[in-house]
């Protein structure tokens, strides 16, 4: 049992960078806007974060500069794809090469260095047969996450905003006509979106491996834009996603550490082929995608088109 608590609470730590940046990609896609170049935005703030901590051994200002740095990122992203009308997956693939360059560059004085581990109990419920260790020993990111992923929900289903929002990614074209600045709305979606992925990227160099290695995000940014559509666009249905890979996640280290006789390559691809493996399936029913996509997802708004 003890095993089996340590499990749950592994896959709850692999899964809430996942977690974050894929709430994240669900409020830019729901605004119809596709990024691509989540994985180079966590990367940059997955070392901005790392720097910062590691300055000022704050993981509060941490987070808070890998929150800033992505919101830059998006900024980019932004400028480019929606005032300057660019191909937005061309743009996206730019932005993730540009943003996997650009850490590696400002990461180099910080390879090899590590910061503290950090852990939360929470009093009391920490102490509890099983569900103590597997539920409450978590970082307060974790729990933040959660409440983060309620709260998109809400927004999105139960509110004004969210019902103009899922109309700019449906039908920007009517929505323009109706008077919303269609494009500042995506901008603040994007805002938003970059945000997430800054914190996903933090939570990565700060407490899931809290040190800096070149390519530490190693692919979480593909896996969190794969789980938007595993997910059909739904916050709750995101956070069973982001559970489900990151117990894949872990099942490789688990596996290992039992001793199975597998290839460690083999194991250490599980979480990439189980994402191809979705992503297969969900395609063989074209018509699901249509019903769930939002319909103007991936294409430019032309207010003159109105």
């Not at 996450?145 to 929002?165: D, E, K, M, N, V």
């Amino acid at each position: 049992m003890e095993q089996f608590a340590s499990l749950i609470a592994a896959s709850i730590n692999a899964g809430t960078p996942l977690l974050l940046a894929a709430l994240g990609l669900l409020i830019n896609e729901r605004a119809g806007v596709l990024n691509l170049g989540a994985e180079g935005m966590m990367l940059v703030a997955a070392i901005a974060g790392f720097a910062v901590g590691y300055a000022t051994h704050s993981p509060m200002l941490g987070f808070i500069a890998g929150a800033l740095s992505g919101m830059l990122m998006a900024s980019l992203f932004s400028w480019l794809a929606l005032m300057l009308a660019t191909n937005q997956v061309a743009t996206g693939l730019a932005l993730s090469i540009f943003g996997t360059g650009l850490s590696a560059f400002i990461g180099q004085r910080f390879v090899g260095l590590a910061l503290p581990s950090q852990t939360l109990s929470i009093p009391f419920l920490k102490d509890l047969p099983f569900v103590g260790p597997a539920l409450f020993q978590q970082h307060w990111m974790s729990y933040l996450s959660l409440l983060l992923c309620a709260a998109i929900a809400w927004f999105i289903y139960r509110t004004r905003a969210g019902l103009i929002l899922r109309a700019v990614g449906e039908s920007p074209e009517s929505a323009h006509a109706l008077g919303y600045p269609v494009r500042w709305i995506r901008f603040a979606a994007l805002l938003f979106g970059g945000a997430c992925c800054g914190l996903a990227g933090a939570y990565l160099s700060l407490v899931y491996t809290p040190m800096w290695v070149e390519g530490l995000v190693s692919g979480h940014g593909w896996i969190a834009l794969a789980l938007t559509a595993f997910a059909t666009w739904r916050p709750l249905r995101v956070l069973l996603g982001a559970l489900l890979f990151g117990g894949v996640t872990i099942l490789q280290f688990y596996l290992q550490g039992i001793g199975v006789t597998v290839p460690s390559q083999i194991l250490s691809m599980l979480p990439y082929a189980a994402t191809i493996v979705v992503l297969a399936l969900i395609s063989r029913n074209p018509d699901w995608i249509r019903l769930n996509m939002p319909a103007s997802l991936g294409k430019p708004f032309k207010p003159n088109a109105s």
